[in-house]
């Protein structure tokens, strides 16, 4: 009888977002590692020149998102939800040029709005036994 908390649709959805990022990444770092760290450094505000180091650091970020709300911590919301305010705030004041519309506004946005409307049953304590979620 293991203790089961009801899994949020939208919480799986940005996982798996995450997930697939990281995936993307890691296949990027072998086939256009510059390109792919050209957009990565205007998406989080950081200059274009510092190059591919900067898509390990992103990896590993998307990897701690996806696992916190996998496991639906309270690190993983805190930790989902200053990303997305990063996104939003530190890259247009950092680089003043364009920024990526949906890397930078549209994502974070979602993300943010979607995250404070569910935290209540998010954090609930309202969990059930296994054997009774397998019921229905």
Known sequence: MRRVRPRLEGIVAIEAFYVFGVA???VSIFTNPYGVSEQIGTVHGILN???VAMLIPVIAIALAIATGLYLMSRWGYWLTLSYAVYLLVVPPIMVGKEISVFGNVIWPI???VYLLLVRKRYFSTDVQTSE???DG
């Open 24 to 26: 993307v990444l890691c």
């Open 110 to 112: 979602i993300v943010l």
């Open 49 to 51: 020149y510092v190059g």
């Open 132 to 134: 009774s979620a397998l």
